[in-house]
């Protein structure tokens, strides 16, 4: 539908889908940086899903059983804004939207979650929101299930553009949900033709439609400027027993007399002049920033539809018994049980008590074996390697379309898909998600993790096979340079543990973590246990300890995590044989141990005494401990991986490449 | 088919078929580690493969016209190494497969490119290989379109499985394949429907075929045991004029009584009694690591097929004129034209004495200009970010099914599919590719980034955006972490130049190299000139270098590199006006200037003055730099990034993190 049509059929729509377009127009071109186009093109669709179908009260943005909407597409923020802005979200100014790409602004040149209300995740690296919204989809039913239709009953919608499924991780997300069938799960595909570059056709030929419905999604298609044919696939949609791809024919820069249906429209404000002509063609003569007052008051209306909804939502809720109301506002809330930290010292005691020798990924599924039982809301799952990732604990079922209590997630070969699902059911709330890959092919994962940090949500990634101890799939497979790029990242903490007691400690510092996801780097091969002696503190929240002292005088601090802590703990064994007085100190966990007070890290680390640290990867980060924190190069030595790994059994990998006790201990001498 | 119907209608066929299956099996019993199923599985198509389709000849592995082999599901390695050492591949002996998965041989765990000659590219990592294959046949259709068909003409044979097609970087190939009609691309898919963590439907229900079908691709099935029918769906899919997908079903380890058609059959040794069993059904009496004479020659033969066809080659390529001979042995070594050097040498005194202010990137598309037309051999492309990336020079047409002596791929928004065909134009020769992304996007090409290194193929990733400095897109597009986490990867090259001197002092050095990937991590902003005289000598390949000296007495050294020199310099003038002596050090690469002698090091970075470095980045990984290499905690500091960036102008970014001048100075002066 052209513009004119547009305008003289539906003229009340065309004035609130205006409201957004130059809203979107004027402050990109205020900030003189942003993404116009994507905003104009899909106005109309975005004016009926809230019009007629997205279930919200915009007063609200928290009511847990909202419908969750995803802008995928994260360029167009301002569409988002400009939503938010009409339809009464708590802080969303107009002046913020003037300030829009400024420093402090709710605005962000794209939507990050927890800067304003009503922005459900963060996205702007594309293809993530999309993936994102499949994981929240997934808590959705998952929360039914455990509390019934009458407390979680709400659509995931997302807009996604020509970028979100050209990204690889967009098939994950397809196939994940299809397999899933995620019926609640709506796309609206901004299908305009135009990519940065210019046309899609240049770099793509697929059809997008023959490419879902092959992962068993329902297709429609709508013109995306007519507002009857939208609301009629949006009715079709809701009414779908598998997710759903809208495709919304839609003209980029819509109306733009030079920039529509061009890249030009993408990425640049359209100048002034450009502006002035749209105004016209528009039949918007208000000045940037100004909403005449009925179409103010339409879409503030629109924000106030679901208050009945909402209102309703809450009287039941409140008919359910006081500990199920507790235990929702708990889960919501994202508060590990009461329960959850006795049932690690337990854990923890009967370990230094038995001393087993296993591998950490099995010490991991021990501590499960204790977690799962008393939190309902962890929601586990493995790309494909379950039996390896030691992810899966008896009582979990699998989770799907048959099972929806199930609580255990094959996520396939997806290590991104799984990544960014895990964001999405942290992220909806209710949910405690954690997913098993090795570590190297956190690699493959980087993207959705990195938005973890980003956003402070709780996602616990358990990464096994963390070195060339996993021995013979080779260097491939053995992650050297992934603690340095992980622990490189801002607000991700990273554990690796030495034995089965700083692991279940592990685990419940990551569940217990409010806004930090974790890492737990665990190895494949068998491990003695380190911690012989229980104590209830949780000695790996301090992130280094002493974990042996030195018998003779102190003349050396040897630093080593997780399977490595065996070898520093055999290399002063040799050194006091020697009469040479070493400490060995487990670091689990780095990034909490610089967040100690500087009287604790001097008490672990003092000044003086010779250091070698050991960890079979990459030294990159080490100088920090070794060099700085008041060491000295002279007197520090690194025993770890200079290079790439190889292939062969993991005993001779560890003599091949120089990690042993005997290398540390040289390492020692030669510094004395 | 069955073992009985296939064992009594193609004897001859099935003993080739055992051999290759019995080596499997035998092999990963010894090593008792590995991935049997697969090449029992696919045993069959590959003998069809081999003796009827493939062109080339085993002795010869670097014949620079043979057919790719690419074994995507790279656990299956023995596969590929029996058919190695069946077909006379030099070195891959009979003991090479007794060692497999031990240290040193030939037969990785998984098949490693350089380690044995017939690998064409590492895989292990799902995905990967159909990917990189992608980039094989692009340079293969490139190199055609360069020497004529006399000297290019063949195909690029891909055998992938489930989890191949299950990674997102397979949905970016297949659409990069379908666009570009790369139809002597054939991928060889073992539909045998498990995966595992058990049935590949527990994850996934996508038709593969309609998938394939949706991105333009021909799509033939076969029954994967059936001689007959799998050489009349090659036959067929020789004759394609799209990629073809090849649907094989099979059974994963095919007539194994317990783990046939089953997740036990993927990745471990079936064990002494199954085998036992295997060999009777197999009607296999000879003992490990024994191939009956009348097979062997039988395979030899195999081998030699093509030895006449090579033999034609040569004379053909003898034809050619010396000059055009010369070329090609040129581009195939990989080695730069002699007028490179010369073509930097003049744009950098073109550049020292004009003084430009651009964005490295800009610089970057500027010595670009200088390079393209003197290396045919470049093929440049981004992930939909051209103009932004700077990629594309005036005399690149886009490399298209119509022109395929275009030089400019557009990629699409694939970042890790680029990367991976990047790795395959490198791995097949006669290119030397270039694509161009954003740097925090080298999170979503890590994987493919990742083997570039591991395998030590001249791949140049053009980074631009490449911190803070990029302004109002916000964190999700603000590399912080970046920087340490591709530093921290073995064999890269990191450069993150200054100016345009050290832009194009970068660029010839990366594609000098011979085995190091590099990458340019480039500005958005503009940058001031700050190699204002002109040097013949490259000193950006030194690593690191005086930039500036003290005027004053040598208090104080500042490091930076790329956009932050400009702020070392300014906060040496700010310190010099104080009468503090400081020396400006430019580190636009730590991995070329820790590999200089230590005397060199010790010159750029005495140990005595305080040090302070500027990098609008984590600071991990500098304290290498801070105390190490002669420096010293009490009298080092950084100015940079401690998290995650925010959405403004750029100039109000670099004021909010306190990445200016006025900071460093003042560190400098709190340290003296």
């Known amino acids: 539908m052209d513009i004119s049509e547009l305008r003289a059929k539906h003229p009340d729509h065309w004035m609130k889908a205006a409201a957004l377009r130059m809203l979107a127009v004027d402050a990109v071109q205020a900030a003189n940086s942003g993404h116009p186009g994507m905003p104009m093109g899909m106005a109309d669709v975005a004016t009926v899903l809230f019009e007629r179908h997205l279930k919200f009260h915009g007063p609200s943005p928290d009511w847990p059983d909202r419908d969750r909407f995803v802008l995928s597409a994260g360029h167009g923020s301002m569409l988002l804004y400009a939503l938010l802005h009409l339809t009464?979200?708590?802080?969303?100014?107009?002046?913020?939207?003037?300030?829009?790409?400024?420093?402090?602004?709710k605005t962000a040149g794209h939507p990050e979650y927890g800067h304003a209300p009503g922005v459900e995740t963060t996205t702007g690296p594309l293809g993530q929101g999309l993936a994102t919204a499949v994981g929240m989809a997934m808590a959705e039913q998952s929360m039914q299930a455990r509390f019934g239709k009458k407390a979680v009953d709400h659509r995931t919608w997302v807009i996604a553009g020509d970028g979100c499924l050209m990204e690889g991780i967009s098939q994950e997300a397809i196939g994940l949900a299809g397999r899933q069938r995620l019926n609640k799960l709506i796309v609206l595909w901004d299908d305009n033709g135009i990519s940065i570059d210019g046309a899609v056709s240049l770099a793509d030929v697929t059809d997008q439609k023959a490419r879902f419905a092959a992962s068993g999604w329902t297709v429609l298609e709508c013109d995306g400027h007519d507002p009857d044919d939208i609301d009629r696939a949006l009715t079709a949609a809701r009414g779908a027993d598998a997710p759903v791809l809208v495709a919304c024919r839609t003209h980029i820069g819509f109306g733009?007399?030079?920039?529509?249906?061009?890249?030009?429209?993408?990425?640049?404000?359209?100048?002034?002049?450009?502006?002035?002509?749209l105004r016209e063609i528009y039949g918007w003569p208000y000045p940037p920033f100004e909403i005449p007052a009925e179409v103010a008051a339409?879409?503030?209306?629109?924000?106030?539809?679901?208050?009945?909804?909402?209102?309703?939502?809450?009287?039941?809720?409140?008919?359910?018994?006081?500990?199920?109301?507790?235990?929702?506002?708990?889960?919501?809330?994202?508060?590990?049980?009461?329960?959850?930290?006795?049932?690690?010292?337990?854990?923890?005691?009967?370990?230094?008590?038995?001393?087993?020798?296993?591998?950490?990924?099995?010490?991991?599924?021990?501590?499960?074996?204790?977690?799962?039982?008393?939190?309902?809301?962890?929601?586990?799952?493995?790309?494909?390697?379950?039996?390896?990732?030691?992810?899966?604990?008896?009582?979990?079922?699998?989770f799907t379309p048959e099972n929806r209590k199930g609580r255990y997630v094959f996520y396939g070969i997806r290590e991104h898909g799984m990544a960014a699902a895990m964001n999405g059911l942290a992220l909806h709330g209710g949910c405690a998600p954690y997913g098993g890959t090795f570590l190297v092919f956190s690699d493959y994962a980087r993207g959705a993790m990195r938005l973890s940090a980003l956003m402070g949500v709780r996602t616990v990634y358990v990464m096994t096979h963390d070195s060339i101890g996993l021995g013979e799939d080779g260097p491939?497979?053995?992650?050297?340079?992934?603690?340095?790029?992980?622990?490189?990242?801002?607000?991700?903490?990273?554990?690796?543990?030495?034995?089965?007691?700083?692991?279940?400690?592990?685990?419940?510092?990551?569940?217990?973590?409010?806004?930090?996801?974790?890492?737990?780097?665990?190895?494949?091969?068998?491990?003695?246990?380190?911690?012989?002696?229980?104590?209830?503190?949780?000695?790996?929240?301090?992130?280094?300890?002493?974990?042996?002292?030195?018998?003779?005088?102190?003349?050396?601090?040897?630093?080593?995590?997780?399977?490595?802590?065996?070898?520093?703990?055999?290399?002063?064994?040799?050194?006091?044989?020697d009469g040479i007085g070493a400490r060995v100190v487990s670091m689990p966990c780095w990034?909490?141990?610089?967040?100690?007070?500087?009287?604790?890290?001097?008490?672990?680390?003092?000044?003086?005494?010779?250091?070698?640290?050991?960890?079979?990867?990459?030294?990159?980060?080490?100088?920090?401990?070794?060099?700085?924190e008041r060491g000295s190069e002279k007197k520090a030595a690194f025993v770890g991986m200079e290079g790439f790994g190889a292939s062969a059994p993991a005993p001779d990998l560890y003599r091949h490449f120089g990690i042993t006790a005997e290398a540390v201990a040289q390492k020692v001498r030669d510094l004395l």
């Open 88 to 105: 009464g979200a708590p802080g969303m100014t107009m002046d913020e939207l003037r300030r829009f790409r400024q420093l402090g602004a």
């Open 256 to 277: 733009s007399p030079a920039k529509q249906d061009s890249a030009a429209a993408h990425g640049a404000p359209l100048g002034a002049d450009e502006i002035a002509r």
């Open 298 to 398: 339409a879409w503030k209306a629109i924000g106030e539809r679901g208050a009945a909804e909402k209102a309703a939502w809450e009287e039941r809720m409140a008919r359910l018994s006081p500990a199920r109301q507790a235990e929702f506002a708990r889960v919501i809330a994202g508060e590990p049980p009461k329960k959850l930290s006795a049932a690690i010292r337990r854990l923890k005691k009967q370990i230094s008590e038995t001393r087993p020798k296993v591998a950490t990924r099995k010490a991991s599924e021990n501590a499960l074996a204790v977690i799962n039982p008393v939190m309902p809301e962890t929601i586990g799952g493995s790309a494909d390697l379950t039996g390896s990732n030691n992810t899966r604990t008896p009582d979990l079922e699998p």
């Open 476 to 577: 491939t497979h053995q992650p050297v340079e992934h603690l340095a790029m992980l622990r490189a990242t801002p607000n991700m903490n990273v554990f690796r543990p030495a034995d089965g007691v700083e692991t279940a400690e592990a685990w419940e510092l990551a569940l217990m973590a409010r806004s930090t996801p974790s890492v737990l780097a665990l190895s494949r091969q068998n491990l003695p246990t380190v911690r012989t002696r229980h104590t209830n503190r949780n000695l790996t929240a301090q992130g280094a300890y002493v974990l042996a002292e030195a018998d003779h005088k102190r003349r050396a601090i040897i630093l080593a995590t997780g399977s490595e802590v065996e070898i520093a703990l055999a290399a002063r064994e040799l050194l006091e044989a």
């Open 591 to 628: 990034e909490l141990f610089s967040a100690q007070d500087e009287a604790y890290r001097r008490k672990v680390l003092p000044a003086g005494p010779v250091r070698v640290a050991v960890e079979a990867a990459s030294p990159f980060g080490w100088d920090r401990w070794l060099c700085g």
